[in-house]
C-alpha cells in the first residue's frame, strides 16, 4: 500500500472544488483529509501520488480555479510556505482585519502598504511576526509564528 502523498492545506468551503480537481487530473487518486489545522486550513492528501502529467492537469485547474472572478474578488491565493516544519502549499482567503482572530495566516485587504503597516503595528500580540504582501491589486499581512515558538 503506498502512503498518502500531501497535496495542499486548503480553505474548508474549497476542499469540494480541489478534490473536483483532483478527480479531472487523476480519476483513480483517492483524496484524505486531516482535520483543520492551526490556521484554520484543511491538510489534503492524495493516494497514490499525482504524476507529472497528473500534477499539470491539476495546477491548470488550480490556475483556471485563481482565474474565477468570485476566487480574484475573494482574494484567493496559492502560495508556498516554508518553515522549520518543512515545506507545504496553501490555498486560502484573506481573514478580513478587524475578523482576525489571532491564527496565522493572510489578512486583508489592504488599500495600501501604510495601511497593512499600520494594522500590523497596532493588531500583532507580542510573539507574532509578519509581513506585508501585495497581491492581486492590495496589500495583505502574512501572519505567523515565529520558527522558535514552533520549537518548543
Same mark, same amino acid.
Given at each position: 500500500?503506498?502512503?498518502?502523498?500531501?497535496?495542499?492545506?486548503?480553505?474548508?468551503?474549497?476542499?469540494?472544488?480541489?478534490? #473536483?480537481?483532483?478527480? @479531472?487530473?487523476?480519476?483513480?487518486?483517492? @483524496?484524505?483529509?486531516?482535520?483543520?489545522?492551526?490556521?484554520?486550513?484543511?491538510?489534503?492528501?492524495?493516494?497514490?501520488?499525482?504524476?507529472?502529467? #497528473?500534477?499539470?492537469?491539476?495546477?491548470? !485547474?488550480?490556475?483556471?480555479?485563481?482565474?474565477?472572478?468570485?476566487?480574484?474578488?475573494?482574494?484567493?491565493?496559492?502560495?508556498? @510556505?516554508?518553515?522549520?516544519? !518543512?515545506?507545504?502549499?496553501?490555498?486560502?482567503?484573506?481573514?478580513?482585519?478587524?475578523?482576525?482572530?489571532?491564527?496565522?495566516?493572510?489578512? !486583508?485587504?489592504?488599500?495600501?502598504?501604510? #495601511?497593512?503597516?499600520?494594522?500590523?503595528?497596532?493588531?500583532?500580540?507580542?510573539?507574532?511576526?509578519?509581513?506585508?504582501?501585495?497581491?492581486?491589486?492590495?496589500?495583505?499581512?502574512?501572519?505567523? @509564528?515565529?520558527?522558535?515558538?514552533?520549537?518548543?
Amino acid at each position: 500500500m503506498t502512503l498518502p502523498a500531501p497535496l495542499l492545506r486548503v480553505e474548508a468551503d474549497l476542499v469540494e472544488t480541489v478534490g #473536483q480537481l483532483v478527480w @479531472v487530473a487523476a480519476p483513480e487518486a483517492e @483524496v484524505m483529509r486531516d482535520e483543520v489545522d492551526e490556521a484554520g486550513l484543511v491538510p489534503l492528501y492524495v493516494r497514490p501520488g499525482l504524476t507529472p502529467a #497528473q500534477a499539470a492537469t491539476f495546477e491548470r !485547474g488550480l490556475e483556471a480555479l485563481l482565474d474565477e472572478v468570485d476566487q480574484k474578488a475573494r482574494g484567493t491565493y496559492l502560495r508556498e @510556505v516554508s518553515d522549520v516544519r !518543512g515545506r507545504r502549499r496553501e490555498l486560502g482567503v484573506p481573514v478580513a482585519p478587524g475578523a482576525w482572530a489571532g491564527r496565522p495566516g493572510m489578512v !486583508g485587504p489592504f488599500q495600501d502598504e501604510a #495601511q497593512a503597516r499600520a494594522w500590523q503595528a497596532s493588531s500583532l500580540p507580542a510573539g507574532w511576526l509578519s509581513d506585508t504582501i501585495p497581491h492581486a491589486g492590495a496589500w495583505y499581512v502574512d501572519v505567523f @509564528v515565529g520558527d522558535e515558538a514552533l520549537n518548543t
